[in-house]
């Protein structure tokens, strides 16, 4: 029988990306929805208009916050290349501390107006840091042997990809050495992403 | 109307593939199998036990492609770190060669004995070209700051990544820059991918 709801739409979207992330966004319903958080589908629309309002205000979180990378006040006066290694250790941080919502980004495959804005937007990121790596290569300060969209495309899927392994501390299930290497809020492997995309793994003396 | 089938195991096991990838495995019924084929679903029994069979051979034949990079006899007397560089460059030549293949492995999941087995081969992969991180830094090739799970995670992650945008010349929707990168199989993809993992971004003179 469903609960009473005690939902915000804070916490019923918290829910809500958990589904989406399990099932997939298309292989979700209300029903699916409903079933999860325990209330009924009447109570859900109490909060929101349907799913793609809770996929709409899911991406835009994370997408809010990686933009805001991009305009924090460390950026202003640095380099190109500075930028970028700024860019990206915080992109990896924002990543793990809103790991549900970026991972459900990631999977975003434009089947409807909500998804095909957020793709909109995932691409006007991309062209951004994409900048960044021709401006730090033009700045001399990056090898120019690589081209700029391959090396931007490189090393954002490198970034993406750790929202395939890496799991909060304390989901025990998947617990191993390398996830505990995230337990201070995904630092440790901000560091070690951005140093192997600098400076590499060759050992150099 | 069903078409009269035509169809050996191997080309009905590329259609499968691509349904697979396009509606996940688990959102993939016979019905849709049949449907995607144009033949009936007892044609499909002709050939397979069923879809996880072809399941089965669709991730066996990523997986030996991948396993069989371990083998080649270009490996025998390097060092590790030598060894671990060319497996990079030929495991990423696999997955643009394989790629429908490669990205069903990729997204398995584990709802399945076939599944299941996938992912222990998987483990076995990861965990003996992690190996090579470690005797390559032990060997005192590679810098020895990072972790070296931590590291290997993060350089398949990025290998993997790759199958999130690569699309072969000729599909055009997805056409680009830098999808014509990897026209000659991947080769100029693996390059940089590489040279990425080894030397890093940062410029030297």
């Known amino acids: 029988m469903p609960r009473r709801d005690?939902?915000?739409?804070?916490?019923?979207?918290?829910v809500a990306v958990e589904v989406?992330?399990?099932?997939?966004?298309?292989?979700?319903?209300?029903?699916?929805?409903?079933?999860?958080?325990?209330?009924?589908?009447?109570?859900?629309?109490?909060?929101?208009a349907?799913?793609?309002e809770l996929l709409r205000l899911a991406v835009t979180r994370a997408l809010d916050?990686?933009?805001?990378?991009l305009d924090e006040p460390a950026l202003a006066d640095a380099g190109a290349a500075q930028q970028l290694a700024y860019v990206l250790d915080?992109?990896?941080?924002?990543?793990?501390?809103?790991?549900?919502?970026?991972?459900?980004?990631?999977?975003?495959?434009?089947?409807?107006?909500?998804?095909r804005a957020a793709l909109d937007r995932r691409r006007e990121f991309d062209h951004r840091v994409a900048g960044l790596v021709s401006a730090a290569i033009e700045e001399?300060?990056?090898?120019?042997?690589?081209?700029?969209r391959l090396t931007s495309r490189l090393i954002f899927g490198l970034v993406n990809s750790v929202s395939e392994w890496y799991r909060p501390a304390g989901e025990a299930a998947a617990a191993s050495e390398s996830n505990r290497a995230g337990a201070d809020g995904g630092q440790d492997i901000a560091?070690?992403?951005?140093?192997?995309?600098?400076?590499?793994?060759?050992?150099r003396d």
């Open 191 to 203: 560091k070690a992403l951005t140093t192997l995309v600098f400076e590499g793994l060759r050992r």
């Open 140 to 148: 001399g300060d990056l090898r120019s042997d690589l081209d700029p």
């Open 20 to 48: 989406f992330n399990v099932r997939g966004y298309d292989g979700t319903s209300m029903e699916d929805l409903a079933k999860a958080a325990g209330i009924s589908k009447s109570s859900i629309y109490h909060h929101v």
């Open 90 to 115: 915080r992109t990896c941080q924002e990543l793990v501390r809103n790991l549900p919502y970026v991972t459900l980004l990631l999977r975003v495959r434009g089947n409807s107006a909500a998804e």
């Open 50 to 52: 349907g799913k793609e």
């Open 6 to 14: 005690t939902y915000t739409t804070e916490s019923l979207l918290s």
């Open 65 to 69: 916050g990686l933009f805001a990378v």
